[in-house]
């Protein structure tokens, strides 16, 4: 059930990424009225404020995704520059949560990829929460190597495959 | 020569005594296969057209005869004469056999049979085993009675009987495997749980699609299995029974769970749990659903499997650096089994105990392989760009696992291979097909 509850919103995130005008329901509406609001108060430079707090400016620009080496699961440098960006929009936009991700690419078993994919989950968990995140506003979830996003069987799709998406969920009631 | 009477397959257990018995009279046959590692040409065998006792037994007496052939060539020990060739036409199941005429066209053995129906659904099947060149029968006859919707398992049952006659052990046909069955693009697959007969025959789905599904494991007696399901949003191990198709969460935790199976008693569950940061190992009682870690440490610990007696597991771990085998007493130290290159996932302990069958992974191809239970006397069985996940016949015999082809468009189908290696073959899935696990012996 949860599981097709993020994909409807995985859809609508998408759809407003690319979107222009009034036609993606609830969820656009909130931002352009966000937008209006602060488009008020300056006249000018503040679109780069304006976008910061999109989710289309966490998936594309900060990253919602997070790449690994062949079995690892350790920040590296270019993990945690996209990691603190993700930490900055969190802290700054608290009506959003956080379900990461883990995932692997095809090459290994499904078990050991079940636990490679916890294991990036809970790492980006972990710096996240370093970062200042309240532990329960992130979930994690590992899909091993059920779910590739790219299908080739190279290391071209392999390296896009092991990553960490951090997938943001709005938080209802707040 | 007496028939031995057997009831109703509802009844199978009632003929399950009769059957012990019978076999415990065979002896020493020799007909007998010994199965070695050196190559063996398959023992020729005629299977006489089972007779039928009226005119409405005879699609089933054909259909029976022609499921104890596939079975029998299948196991790839046996080269059926087709019945072209066959001189003689058995036209009375009791007639004496005429040795001569099965001499002649080189069989060395000859299944002789009949068929009943028993109005309104009930089919009896009678058979008898025969050494030609020694012009003896082998065993008593045996009569097996079921239903016609299970005509395909009395078909087994035959198959068994004369499989063990001739090996010295039982057979695995009257079996089936549990497994997922796969459909849709790669990148969005959907996973239905299955579950058919060893062959292929009987396919039912057991889930609907809608949430992942993971590696189905039979409970002992074959009346349950265990399995992981996205159901919840995250990996959790999940039990199903085979009768109602009711199932339940098993591990009940907030944390991440998978790649669960049973113990050989039925009682406990192993399987994986993300505790904090870490998958570890733990046993669960499958009654009270309490449950206790048995590995600790900082390292990926999973898809662990007993031993026969269920004293022992054996699992995954990378502690070492990367994915290696360990034994372990329940309660006890590891022991590092696999030193071979590469890395070794997926263990899986013979119901016979003389083996743990595993995935090897090493330059970036995968291969099924065997090893004693201390990692001596390694052997490949299989080779491809991906090969995953053994699961043992009943007896032991026999290995299934799942083949996935490269690319955009790769896709999961099951393969059987002899322990020895020999006798690689596809098995007929209705979709894609991945995490075969072979039941017990069916009662």
Request: proline share 5%; charged share 25%; aromatic share 10%.
């Amino acid at each position: 059930m949860k599981q097709i509850a993020t994909c409807a919103f995985v859809a609508v995130v998408a759809a407003f990424a690319g979107c222009t005008g009034t036609d993606v329901a609830d969820y656009t509406g909130n931002a352009s009225d966000g937008a209006e609001s602060i488009a008020g108060i300056d006249d000018g430079g503040v679109s780069l404020f304006d976008s910061d707090i999109t989710v289309e400016h966490f998936q594309s620009e900060i990253g919602n995704k997070v790449f690994f080496d062949v079995d690892q699961s350790a920040i590296t440098e270019d993990i945690a520059l996209t990691l603190d960006g993700q930490a900055r929009w969190l802290l700054e936009n608290t009506n959003f949560d956080a379900l990461i991700e883990g995932h692997t690419d095809e090459q290994g078993t499904r078990e050991y990829n079940l636990a490679l994919g916890a294991r990036r989950a809970n790492s980006v968990r972990d710096y996240l929460i370093d970062r200042g995140i309240a532990g329960n506003r992130l979930r994690i979830v590992t899909y091993g190597k059920e779910r590739p996003e790219e299908l080739c069987s190279e290391e071209i799709c392999w390296s896009a495959n092991r990553r960490a998406v951090s997938v943001l969920t709005e938080r209802i009631g707040t | 020569m007496k028939i031995r009477a057997a009831v109703a397959v509802t009844a199978i257990i009632a003929s399950c005594a009769g059957f012990t018995s019978a076999l415990a009279q065979t002896g020493e046959s020799p007909l007998r296969i010994e199965i070695t590692e050196g190559v063996i040409e398959p023992v020729p065998i005629a299977t006489a057209r089972f007779v039928a006792d009226s005119e409405a037994a005879a699609p089933f007496a054909e259909e029976i005869t022609s499921i104890i052939v596939d079975d029998l060539v299948g196991s790839g020990l046996f080269r059926n004469i087709p019945e072209q060739a066959h001189i003689a036409k058995i036209t009375n199941f009791d007639s004496p056999v005429q040795y001569s005429d099965w001499k002649a066209i080189n069989a060395e053995a000859l299944i002789t049979g009949s068929v009943e129906v028993l109005p309104p659904e009930t089919i009896s099947v009678k058979f008898r085993l025969f050494d030609v060149f020694l012009e003896v029968p082998v065993g008593d006859g045996i009569k097996f009675t079921g239903s016609k919707s299970n005509l395909r398992r009395l078909a087994h049952k035959v198959s068994d009987v004369v499989y063990s006659r001739m090996l010295g052990e039982k057979g695995y046909f009257d079996s089936r495997v549990a497994f997922v069955s796969e459909s849709g693009p790669k990148g969005s697959r959907v996973k239905r749980l299955a579950i058919m007969d060893y062959d292929g025959a009987n396919v039912r789905y057991l889930s609907d699609g809608r949430s992942i599904v993971l590696a189905p494991r039979f409970s002992p007696d074959g009346s349950r299995i265990i399995y992981t399901s996205y159901e919840s949003g995250v990996p959790r191990v999940y039990i199903m029974d085979l009768n109602t198709l009711q199932s339940r969460e098993l591990v009940e935790s907030v944390e991440m769970s998978f790649a669960p199976r049973f113990s050989p008693d039925g009682r406990k569950a192993i399987f994986s749990l993300n505790k904090g940061s870490n998958t570890d190992i733990f046993e669960i009682d499958v009654a009270t659903g309490n449950f206790r870690q048995v590995t600790f440490g900082n390292s990926i610990e999973t898809a662990p499997s007993y031993s026969p007696d269920g004293q022992s597991i054996v699992f995954e771990s990378d502690r070492s650096g990367s994915q290696q085998l360990y034994v372990q007493p329940i309660n006890g130290r590891a022991k590092r089994i696999s030193f071979g290159d590469g890395r070794y996932g997926t263990p899986v302990w013979s119901p016979r105990g003389d083996y743990i069958a595993f995935t090897k992974q090493a330059g970036n191809r995968f291969h099924i392989g065997v090893m004693r239970t201390d990692g001596s006397e390694e052997r490949l069985l299989s080779e491809s760009f991906l090969d995953e996940g053994p699961t043992w016949s009943p007896n032991g015999r026999v290995l299934m696992f799942f083949r996935e082809s490269r690319g955009e468009f790769g896709a999961p189908f099951l393969i059987s291979v002899d322990v020895t290696g020999r006798n690689l073959k596809k098995v007929p899935t209705p979709e894609f097909a991945s995490d075969p696990a072979w039941s017990p012996l069916l009662r």
